[in-house]
């Protein structure tokens, strides 16, 4: 049973930094896709990032320049780095994988980790 175990959210002062960490058990990491999506509290969920087995990478909008994903497949580890943190990104972040290439419906989700940006 794939498991994935988010961790590294916190509070965090507009502007500042973090890194957001998704340790997967051992599956066939090295070939799919990893996402991040987030979900703020009481709205959707918000597909933010992904990154192929072989290191390409997609993001939304609303995160581009500003937050960097990447991946250790030796660790089956997947990364978020954020910077810039603004308010808005106030969410419980996900790193959904498997069964879908749109991340939010994406089959396989771990418990989240939770940001919390604010002065």
């Known amino acids: 049973q794939l498991q994935l175990v988010e961790s590294g959210g916190g509070p965090v002062q507009p502007g500042g930094s973090l890194r957001l960490s998704c340790a997967a058990s051992?599956?066939?990491?090295?070939?799919?896709?990893m996402n991040w999506v987030r979900q703020a509290p009481g709205k959707g969920r918000e597909w933010v990032s992904r990154?192929?087995?072989?290191?390409?990478?997609k993001y939304a909008d609303a995160v581009k320049g500003r937050y960097t994903i990447y991946r250790d497949n030796a660790n089956y580890t997947v990364y978020l780095h954020m910077n810039s943190l603004k308010p808005e990104d106030t969410t419980v972040h996900y790193c959904?994988?498997?069964?879908?290439?749109?991340?939010?419906?994406?089959?396989?989700w771990g418990q989240g980790t939770e940001v919390t940006v604010s002065s």
């Open positions: 051992r599956f066939t990491f090295n070939s799919n896709w």
């Open positions: 959904p994988t498997l069964g879908s290439s749109v991340g939010v419906e994406c089959d396989y």
């Open positions: 990154i192929s087995g072989l290191g390409g990478t």
